[in-house]
């Protein structure tokens, strides 16, 4: 909670929203989904890979020609992610990726004992990667457009 007036600078958060077509976004719908900025960083490169367009800042549209290479990107991360077998190879794997080591800092945050509890937290990741994987197969099974729009 923050006890303060900001701007939209001070947004940290990326909306996936399905609810759009295919020239219109609706903000912030209501069966939008988000995720934190400094959480999302750690698949943005399977966003990237799948639309050179993506633009972190500006509504990305990932439609039936781009969910399919997204969702491939995204079952690759989870393979590597699957594949961490200890602390140290989670910690090399996060901090390999843009703004890993802030990421990194967040988990310690939040959880002091991140070197003993590490596994608990890579397991929430793949949570959060299949879910993204399941969000490009409903939009791509509905034919709808996913738009990615960070803030």
Do not use: Q
């Not at 939209?8 to 609706?26: D, P, R, S």
């Not at 020609?65 to 090399?92: D, M, Q, T, V, W």
């Not at 990741?125 to 803030?151: F, M, P, Q, S, T």
């Amino acid at each position: 909670m923050r006890l303060e007036i900001y701007d939209a600078k001070a947004l940290n958060f990326v909306e996936l929203n399905y609810t759009g077509g295919n020239e219109t976004l609706v903000r912030c719908d209501k069966e939008s989904k988000y995720i934190d900025s400094v959480v999302f960083n750690l698949y943005s490169p399977c966003f990237e890979n799948a639309n050179k367009l993506y633009e972190y800042y500006g509504p990305t549209k990932y439609n039936s020609r781009k969910l399919i290479p997204l969702r491939n990107e995204l079952i690759s991360h989870r393979e590597g992610l699957a594949k961490l077998n200890s602390y140290h190879s989670f910690e090399k794997h996060i901090s390999s990726h843009f703004l890993g080591a802030e990421l990194l800092e967040e988990l310690k945050k939040s959880d002091p004992d991140l070197a003993e509890n590490w596994k608990t937290c890579l397991d929430k990741l793949l949570l959060i990667n299949n879910e993204l994987i399941r969000l490009c197969e409903k939009c791509a099974d509905e034919e709808r457009i996913l738009w990615v729009v960070g803030y």
